[in-house]
């Protein structure tokens, strides 16, 4: 399904696997976001060598108007109210700067914290 932008000279088609990549990336750029979560079928479509840069962005459009929702995964020690309206701030610009589209919602379903992986042969002291 594509997401149309008509003008007065046509018509502008815009791929709903293109404003998902540029959720994804837009998301995954800010500090305290770890990644984007994927469901079951794009983690077998990892599995099988197909990376996908919209993982865990599901796009919908009605009346030319965009809502998206992304699955994230928030690292260890960010607040997530401050990290989820800056996803919420950033995609909403860049897929309306990006592609002339209005943009309705952007829901953030925090999948996930990513804790700090410890190193081997080291204890966490704790402050004794």
Do not use: C
């Not at 260890?76 to 209005?102: H, L």
Request: charged share 25%; hydrophobic share 40%; net charge neutral.
């Amino acid at each position: 399904m594509k997401s149309v932008n008509k003008d007065s000279i046509g018509e502008i088609n815009v791929a709903e696997e293109v404003i998902a990549t540029i959720s994804s990336i837009s998301a995954t750029s800010i500090k305290g976001v770890a990644g984007m979560s994927s469901g079951l079928t794009s983690g077998f479509a990892e599995a099988l060598g197909k990376k996908s840069l919209s993982k865990g962005v599901k796009v919908d459009v009605k009346d030319k108007l965009i809502t998206l929702h992304l699955n994230v995964i928030v690292e260890y020690g960010f607040k997530i109210p401050d990290i989820s309206w800056e996803i919420q701030d950033r995609v909403k610009a860049m897929v309306e700067n990006m592609t002339a589209m209005k943009v309705k919602q952007v829901n953030v379903h925090v999948q996930a914290v990513k804790f700090p992986e410890e190193t081997k042969g080291e204890t966490v002291e704790t402050g004794k």
